[in-house]
């Protein structure tokens, strides 16, 4: 660690307050009536319900959710025993990852004892308290007579991370590695080296995996694990005892399949690598520095499948990949324990999440480099969102088959879907237009069908069954695409490609744009080039002309250019003067809609009352009622700028012509959001509590309001959504997301109208 490094590490844990955690109340504490039902006397009601029955304790605490991360600092990583004390920043740490990649609430405690019986009782006494109990850094043999005992006294999961949570990635690693090298475990002979916690976790799953004990030899500080040998021994680590006369490592690492390293830097020479067998599997795990060195390890065998601890090589075997997700799936079950089922089912779990296609987040966590299944890439990348989704539902589901789970779950399909809702904070707004979309799927074509993250949205769009994907691009450089990213598409199948070179309805096509142009300066000649260079105006064509029932657009070049070829060939619904757009922000405060943030740059009155129209209807097909407010720099009539006046102009029209909506104005945006303070102002208003939607004066105002809300809200955002247009038509930012693309998939799919066949066309019908 650098000097440099290390003050920055001790300002980041000083400042601006001490440590990484604090406690946040989960109920409001507004009032009075809110203090009775929290404490007494309404805090009684939820003992009287817990006294009556047990199981009421997860429904009406936080015990269902809540861990206990326990030590006595015995073993911490890199430092030994520093004690209880000391080791809190790194409990803090592990608390810290378990609410991110888990959303489950941890509560760290270090224990003053060395006593393996004193600590036993310690925490045994807790169990009233907590959902589950992460042992960490607690020094060998005592973890195994902690754990065990712990275990055996809890009717709650207690897991020694140390241990199995190393065991159940390096499992994964093996896995992967011997489908790599098409080997069977059943057929490998491995070599350890270490033979503490961490090292038989690991040797304990495999053999559950399949590996024979026989074919397994172990090697420690003082040499090979054998058969009467007394120094160094327990009853663990003698499990592992051979008949032999092999004495050291060096001894023993000829022809050997797989090499796994729990010990010391440097202990595996070059010279034992090259006599390993063809194709050999390296797991060298030491930290900071390995076994051996993958570089020097390639030097002699390139042949070789290395692993190491480092984030800095490939094929980092890192806890944080499973241990909170296998206590999200036992505390979802209220699992009485985390037995082997359980951590195998995790463990092929994340062996098989690696061989699907990277992620978007996984990709940009390796700054912009794809990772596939292979030598390089065994394991998932902690960044990958869909590991909860992955391990969680399979951990669960163990624990029901071997008959540890209290509360099985019913519906895997919806709990699933609160996974998503945790990874994906914008999965609750959107789950009602996923499920319109899997229920009648369209044909939805993508102008730019070469983008990257399009073909991965894409991926995911065929996955979930959202749609029937159009692509527009050159199939050539679509299919090197589609292999780069290892996705498993298939053109004609799964998708159609739209060949901007050679499609034959071209000619159609830029006819109809000439006629749709000509009197706005379009030649046919300018027609025919516009058709053959602009893929927005291709996939409007397609819309206008029935080859598509919808489109998304915008994810390269400029909103404006794409939002101009969309009004140009699509236009506007019967009715609708002009197009605007509305953009969702899903925040910890809740859920808000602003319109408009990038289309309308000054808008009329007209325009304005047109456009609330249309953005309570976009908002009502969320599920959500529309409370409406036209915010201003004036506040009920305090200024008279020609913004405000425009504001209280349709805000009037709108009371008069749209009685059945919630709707007031203008005011400011703290009045909109605030009951109190509006009533300070206007106690007369028709908007009653918080406003959801926000129609803005300007576009500039929309699109600042927009942008800060979503970097400082800590949240994220849906859209922008393209209202008014004839057809189902968005156009995105270049700065969507793969995740968001699949949500505009998802909504544009789910406005689009159904089509029944028509003289060899498509005709556009309503949905009955």
């Given at each position: ?268 020479k070059p010279d034992m690598v090259r006599r390993m067998a063809d194709k050999p599997v390296i797991m060298a795990l030491a930290n900071p520095t390995p076994e051996i060195l993958p570089e020097t390890a390639r030097e002699v065998r390139p042949d070789a499948i290395i692993a190491t601890g480092r984030s800095d090589y490939p094929n980092q075997v890192n806890n944080v990949l499973c241990f909170p997700y296998i206590f999200r799936g036992a505390l979802d079950v209220g699992a009485s324990d985390i037995n082997d089922n359980m951590k195998l089912a995790a463990s092929q779990a994340i062996a098989d999440l690696a061989m699907d ?412």
């Amino acid at each position: 660690m650098s000097k440099d490094f290390q003050e920055q590490a001790l300002r980041y844990h000083r400042e601006p307050r001490p440590g990484k955690l604090e406690i946040t109340p989960t109920k409001p504490l507004a009032n009075q009536r809110d203090l009775s039902l929290a404490y007494s006397p309404g805090v009684g009601a939820a003992c009287q319900a817990i006294l009556a029955d047990r199981d009421e304790a997860a429904r009406l605490t936080v015990r269902g959710n809540l861990v206990a991360v326990v030590t006595n600092g015995t073993a911490v990583l890199g430092f030994g025993n520093i004690g209880p004390l000391a080791a809190k920043p790194v409990m803090e740490g592990k608390a810290v990852l378990f609410k991110k990649y888990a959303n489950i609430d941890v509560f760290d405690l270090e224990v003053e004892e060395s006593d393996p019986e004193e600590f036993i009782r310690t925490v045994a006494r807790l169990e009233p308290t907590f959902g589950g109990i992460n042992l960490e850094d607690i020094k060998a043999p005592e973890c195994f007579i902690i754990e065990d005992a712990l275990r055996e006294r809890m009717d709650i999961p207690v897991f020694h991370d140390d241990q199995h949570g190393t065991a159940i990635i390096v499992a994964a690693a093996v896995t992967n590695a011997l489908r790599v090298v098409d080997k069977r475990i059943e057929d490998v002979r491995l070599v350890c080296s270490g033979a503490g916690a961490a090292a038989l976790a690991c040797l304990n799953l495999l053999v559950k995996l399949g590996l024979p004990l026989e074919h397994i030899t172990v090697t420690d500080i003082d040499g090979v694990v054998h058969a009467g040998r007394e120094k160094g021994m327990d009853r663990w680590k003698a499990v592992y005892a051979r008949e032999t006369d092999a004495r050291t490592l060096d001894d023993v690492i000829e022809g050997a399949d797989l090499f796994l390293g729990l010990s010391a830097p440097n202990v595996l020479k070059p010279d034992m690598v090259r006599r390993m067998a063809d194709k050999p599997v390296i797991m060298a795990l030491a930290n900071p520095t390995p076994e051996i060195l993958p570089e020097t390890a390639r030097e002699v065998r390139p042949d070789a499948i290395i692993a190491t601890g480092r984030s800095d090589y490939p094929n980092q075997v890192n806890n944080v990949l499973c241990f909170p997700y296998i206590f999200r799936g036992a505390l979802d079950v209220g699992a009485s324990d985390i037995n082997d089922n359980m951590k195998l089912a995790a463990s092929q779990a994340i062996a098989d999440l690696a061989m699907d296609e990277p992620s978007e987040l996984v990709t940009k966590a390796y700054g912009g480099t794809e990772s596939r299944f292979g030598a390089d890439y065994l394991i998932p990348s902690p960044f990958d969102p869909r590991l909860p989704v992955r391990i969680a539902p399979a951990v669960a589901r163990a624990a029901m088959e071997s008959g540890v789970a209290a509360r099985p779950i019913k519906d895997f399909g919806a709990y699933r879907q609160q996974l998503i809702e945790f990874v994906y904070k914008s999965g609750l707004l959107m789950k009602p237009l996923f499920e319109r979309a899997r229920q009648a799927p369209r044909r939805l074509v993508f102008a730019e069908g070469e983008d990257r993250r399009v073909l991965q949205a894409v991926q995911e769009v065929v996955d979930e069954g959202l749609a029937s994907p159009i692509l527009v691009g050159r199939p050539s450089v679509i299919a090197a695409r589609m292999s780069e990213l290892g996705l498993r598409l298939r053109p004609g199948q799964d998708v159609t490609v739209i060949d901007v070179d050679s499609d034959p309805r071209f000619r159609e096509y830029h006819s109809e744009y000439q006629a749709l142009m000509g009197r706005r300066g379009v030649s046919p000649d300018d027609a025919k080039a516009t058709v053959r260079t602009n893929n927005t105006v291709i996939a409007s064509l397609m819309v206008r002309k029935g080859d598509a029932d919808c489109m998304i657009c915008g994810s390269v070049g400029k909103f404006q250019r794409h939002l101009d070829a969309v009004d140009n060939v699509i236009g506007p619904a019967p009715g609708v003067h002009s197009l605007a757009t509305i953009t969702a922000l899903i925040l910890p405060a809740g859920t808000f809609f602003i319109c408009d943030s990038h289309a309308t740059m000054e808008p009329s009155v007209e325009e304005l009352v047109e456009m609330t129209g249309m953005a309570a209807e976009q908002v009502s097909a969320f599920g959500v009622a529309p409370k409406i407010a036209l915010v201003s720099r004036s506040n009920f009539g305090s200024q008279e700028s020609a913004p405000a006046i425009r504001m209280r102009e349709a805000v009037r029209r709108l009371h008069k012509e749209r009685p059945d909506l919630e709707v007031d104005g203008e005011m400011h945006a703290d009045a909109a959001l605030s009951q109190e303070i509006r009533d300070l102002a206007y106690p007369d208003s028709r908007l009653q509590g918080a406003a959801n939607l926000f129609i803005m004066p300007h576009v500039d105002a929309g699109h600042i309001a927009y942008s800060l809300l979503k970097v400082l809200g800590g949240g994220v955002s849906v859209g922008p959504i393209l209202i008014g247009a004839n057809a189902p038509a968005h156009v995105v930012t270049q700065s969507i997301t793969v995740r968001g693309l699949v949500n505009m998939s998802a909504l544009t799919v789910a406005q689009s109208p159904a089509r029944v066949p028509e003289g060899g066309r498509d005709r556009a019908v309503q949905d009955t």
